[in-house]
């Protein structure tokens, strides 16, 4: 089951990787205990019993009672069983029809999950991005922060440990408006309360952070794989592919962002870029300056020194080299009529005016171009609203984007991109471990009709992970898949149990019927014994809390599901397939 899973690629091959070697290397160690070591301790350990005594006679004498009251509730209830599966086989069209019920509803509960690719994990920190209007100074900047500050030092302290900010740079790129903050929450050991986790601070943030008039504050934590992304949620680049240009985007980007803000299955929708800026834009004649013998090259380093800086030479001071640089003065290099004051050599060494040769004009555009796989691109992120999954979050936003512009395209990054590849893995994963199990049963048995019976058994192990994980409001994401695979081979185990037992009896000359009834009768307490030993092995996943929680739950919600259905239907549906 697990073999398959360490050959993917990507981000999700690696976390399938992990789980894949370690429990191959664990069950690979346990095979060999159980066929070296195990018959040496039941020789050692073990004592016969003597004929006409039970089980529940031998060992310590106070425990007497509770093997005798074990043994006759046990006895009772592997009674009742038989009765269940005798009469499975004596109405077996009944059955069939139950059994595809079963699997139908599988099917529908599972498209129905919603999707995700790692579950949000609490990582004691929460993350803030303030972004002004365009052309705010660095002190406005700053006493946004404060408040940002202020606040979770102030109102959070239950929750929040420290908190420093930066002004001048954030996620949205360097700027004198866009600044971010960082939370440091306490251990977790400190917030043993609900409110206290990092999601309902976040919440709480938001909302009152979102007051500010002056800018726009975003609280988010960071994801659950830190070098996949900046924040939890979804990442989307919004790109030009139709050549539309730098305006039309910025008005499709504002589209969608006031569509999202009136949805219902997003929020915190953000731009991740800088709003456009008001520019000088110099207009050069080339006809004008040619005409009057100045170079191009002159035209461009003349305003570049002047207005940004030139490096020049170095001297000598104090037995140390210094770097030289030239630009105007500071009075003459302020305003837009300054332009006037250059001069420009030409080819003939005379000075030329900028002023003849140049106009210059108001404009706006964007401080920070972007990029995304050749095409002018705007970058957005958000989070699902509360209820929804990352997934339907991802869904809402493909559908809001159908609305734009013909020409205006998108495309998934970060998380994204690595939950969209997750989801087209999963039915090929699926698939090879299916087909895995199937060609070694077939080997095991020399059969093909004996391992089609097996793999009948799978989708009644499934249904109790799909519920189990529906119940909890838990997504399809890849830790859920690796707990399905886990509850597909216990799956087959516990019908490998039955059916080889009955195949040996059917071989010493036993009729089908009987031999099935007996191999539902002696398997039955290690199918119980295997299953509740597991059960309760990661039943601390399922109730796990704290920091690696929301994977641990993940996997153990879909375990535990699969364990308890397995149990109770594959025990009454394999003797019927075989």
């Not at 360490?6 to 091959?13: D, K, N, Q, V, W």
């Not at 059955?95 to 790692?118: D, K, N, Q, S």
């Not at 555009?365 to 339907?392: H, K």
Request: glycine fraction near 10%.
């Amino acid at each position: 089951v697990f073999g398959p899973m360490a050959f993917f690629a990507g981000s999700t091959g690696v976390i399938y990787r992990q789980f894949s070697v370690t429990i191959i290397a664990a069950m690979l160690l346990s095979v060999l205990v159980a066929l070296i070591l195990t018959p040496v301790l039941c020789a050692s350990l073990l004592k016969p019993v003597q004929k006409g005594h039970e089980a529940a006679e031998q060992g310590i004498w106070f425990l007497r009672p509770f093997f005798r009251w074990f043994d006759h509730l046990f006895f009772s209830a592997r009674k009742t069983y038989l009765s269940f599966v005798g009469h499975s086989l004596a109405k077996r069209f009944r059955y069939v029809v139950v059994f595809l019920v079963i699997v139908g509803a599988m099917g529908f509960l599972f498209l129905r999950m919603p999707t995700a690719y790692l579950p949000d994990e609490d990582q004691g920190i929460l993350l803030t991005q303030a972004m002004l209007p365009a052309n705010s100074t660095l002190e406005q900047t700053k006493a946004v922060l404060r408040e940002v500050e202020d606040y979770f030092m102030t109102q959070e302290t239950n929750a929040v440990e420290a908190a420093f900010t930066i002004s001048g740079i954030g996620m949205a790129g360097r700027g004198q408006n866009v600044g971010m903050a960082f939370a440091k929450l306490k251990d977790w050991d400190l917030r043993d309360r609900p409110e206290l986790k990092v999601g309902p601070v976040a919440q709480r943030a938001m909302m009152r952070l979102s007051q500010l008039r002056n800018a726009m504050v975003f609280v988010f934590s960071p994801p659950a794989v830190i070098e996949l992304g900046q924040g939890k949620g979804f990442d989307l680049q919004l790109l030009d592919q139709g050549g539309l240009g730098h305006a039309k985007l910025m008005e499709a980007r504002n589209m969608l962002l006031g569509m999202a803000a009136q949805s219902k299955v997003v929020t915190k929708v953000r731009p991740m870029g800088q709003e456009d800026v008001p520019e000088y834009r110099i207009d050069v004649d080339w006809d004008r300056a040619g005409a009057l013998g100045v170079p191009i090259s002159s035209i461009h380093n003349t305003i570049s020194a002047a207005f940004g800086s030139a490096y020049v030479n170095d001297f000598m001071q104090g037995g140390r080299i210094k770097r030289v640089y030239a630009q105007a003065d500071a009075p003459y290099r302020m305003l837009p009529h300054d332009l006037e004051k250059l001069y420009v050599r030409n080819h003939v060494g005379k000075m030329v005016p900028y002023s003849s040769f140049a106009t210059g004009r108001w404009t706006s555009g964007s401080p920070r171009l972007e990029r995304f796989n050749g095409f002018p691109s705007i970058n957005i992120m958000g989070e699902p609203a509360p209820g929804c999954s990352s997934g339907e979050a991802m869904q809402e936003m493909e559908n809001l984007i159908k609305q734009l512009p013909q020409g205006i395209g998108y495309d998934w990054t970060g998380l994204s991109y690595q939950e969209r590849q997750a989801g087209g893995q999963s039915a090929p994963l699926y698939a090879f471990s299916i087909f895995v199990i199937f060609l070694c049963l077939a080997a095991l048995y020399e059969s093909w009709p004996i391992p089609i019976s097996i793999l009948l058994a799978l989708p009644l192990g499934a249904i109790g992970g799909v519920i189990a994980s529906s119940l909890r409001g838990l997504p399809n994401d890849v830790y859920f898949q690796i707990g399905l695979l886990t509850t597909l081979g216990l799956t087959t185990k516990n019908a490998i149990l039955i059916v080889q037992f009955a195949k040996a009896r059917v071989e010493d000359g036993m009729g089908l019927v009987e031999a099935t009834l007996e191999g539902a009768r002696l398997r039955l307490r290690p199918i119980v014994m295997t299953s509740l030993a597991f059960g309760f092995g990661v039943l601390p996943l399922a109730l796990a809390s704290g920091a690696g929680a929301g994977a641990q739950r993940a996997i153990g919600t879909a375990v535990v599901g699969g364990v308890v259905t397995s149990t109770f239907l594959v025990t009454l549906f394999a003797p019927l397939f075989y």
